[in-house]
């Protein structure tokens, strides 16, 4: 484990921003570098929505994995969405899953490869608690996130489980997206959930799109971005939750998610839940 994690901080890209830490620095967490935050205030200088946008994305997990907790589900992979301490003390995903099912146990796992979010989960969280693991994965690299072992033991693959893919952002091959939600699909049993968080740029206003595609190429290579159709069409053959595809702030949105409700494709995110069959 100590290894482990040596040669996780090893990898450390302090002046390159990732999206996971953009994420927790938008939100108001401290897991993140200088280039991350300088990253924030970049976009926020284009189009001054970031810190709410990361909220709304944010909002839209706890939504998901609450509703879904709620519904009866009592395990979760959560692939990509770092382990943002932008959210409040207690409310982490797995408080969310946790509180959600009254207290039961709800086990959880986190597939991130960034090193920040190992480190730190594992030295924050793993300690305190044996229903969460921290996994590390990348997306690009789905089977062998499938054949971990620490997946493999700790979840029962014979009971269902909620997929929550919130690094699609990180696939310009919609072919490998698609191959990804049918090893899914292939994998988990039946009545199992799959959630999916996109990035899109369907609400920004034509004249920033030239500086937004530029401010993207310069801090995030490579980082894929959808429209609605291509977003349905990754969803085609799937028994989506109601409401659908929409944006992340009007999924099943509670009074107190207040984040990008006003303007809701200022979060540039859709969202949506798939029950498998």
């Given at each position: 484990?100590?290894q482990?994690?040596?040669?996780?901080?090893?990898?450390?890209?302090?002046?390159?921003?990732?999206?996971?830490?953009?994420?927790?620095?938008?939100?108001?967490?401290?897991?993140?570098?200088?280039?991350?935050?300088?990253?924030?205030r970049?976009?926020d200088?284009?189009?001054p929505?970031?810190?709410a946008?990361?909220?709304?994305?944010?909002?839209?997990?706890?939504?998901?994995?609450?509703?879904?907790?709620?519904?009866?589900?009592?395990?979760?992979v959560?692939?990509?969405?770092?382990?943002?301490s932008g959210l409040?003390?207690?409310?982490?995903?797995?408080?969310?899953?946790?509180?959600?099912?009254?207290?039961?146990?709800?086990?959880?796992?986190?597939?991130?490869?960034?090193?920040?979010?190992?480190?730190?989960?594992?030295a924050?969280?793993?300690?305190v608690?044996?229903?969460?693991?921290?996994?590390?994965?990348?997306?690009?690299?789905?089977?062998?996130?499938?054949?971990d072992?620490?997946?493999?033991?700790?979840?029962?693959?014979?009971?269902?489980?909620?997929?929550?893919?919130v690094?699609?952002?990180s696939?310009?091959?919609?072919e490998?997206?698609?191959?990804?939600?049918?090893?899914?699909?292939?994998?988990?049993?039946?009545?199992?959930?799959?959630?999916?968080?996109?990035?899109?740029?369907?609400?920004v206003?034509?004249?920033?799109?030239?500086?937004?595609?530029?401010?993207?190429a310069?801090?995030?290579?490579g980082?894929?971005?959808r429209?609605?159709?291509?977003?349905?069409?990754?969803l085609?053959?799937?028994?989506?939750?109601?409401?659908?595809?929409?944006?992340?702030?009007e999924w099943?949105?509670?009074?107190?998610?207040?984040?990008?409700?006003?303007?809701?494709?200022?979060?540039?995110?859709y969202?949506a839940?798939?029950?498998?069959?």
């Amino acid at each position: 484990m100590r290894q482990r994690a040596i040669r996780n901080l090893a990898k450390l890209e302090l002046t390159q921003a990732r999206i996971t830490r953009i994420l927790d620095a938008a939100a108001g967490g401290k897991n993140n570098f200088v280039a991350d935050r300088e990253a924030v205030r970049r976009y926020d200088a284009a189009a001054p929505v970031t810190t709410a946008a990361a909220r709304a994305v944010l909002a839209f997990l706890c939504r998901v994995v609450r509703h879904l907790a709620a519904g009866g589900v009592d395990q979760f992979v959560i692939v990509g969405s770092g382990v943002p301490s932008g959210l409040p003390p207690g409310r982490q995903l797995h408080d969310v899953a946790r509180d959600a099912l009254d207290g039961a146990a709800a086990r959880v796992v986190y597939v991130d490869n960034d090193p920040m979010v190992l480190a730190a989960a594992r030295a924050t969280i793993e300690p305190v608690t044996d229903l969460v693991r921290v996994v590390e994965g990348d997306i690009r690299e789905f089977d062998d996130v499938l054949d971990d072992r620490v997946m493999q033991t700790f979840l029962d693959w014979e009971r269902p489980m909620a997929v929550l893919l919130v690094s699609t952002h990180s696939l310009n091959d919609d072919e490998y997206v698609h191959y990804v939600i049918k090893r899914i699909r292939q994998e988990v049993p039946e009545g199992s959930y799959l959630s999916l968080a996109q990035t899109t740029f369907d609400a920004v206003p034509p004249e920033l799109l030239p500086a937004i595609h530029d401010l993207l190429a310069m801090t995030l290579p490579g980082h894929a971005i959808r429209t609605r159709e291509e977003v349905a069409a990754l969803l085609d053959d799937l028994e989506l939750v109601d409401p659908g595809l929409v944006w992340a702030p009007e999924w099943r949105p509670g009074p107190y998610d207040i984040a990008c409700s006003e303007q809701p494709g200022t979060s540039g995110t859709y969202g949506a839940v798939a029950r498998i069959p």
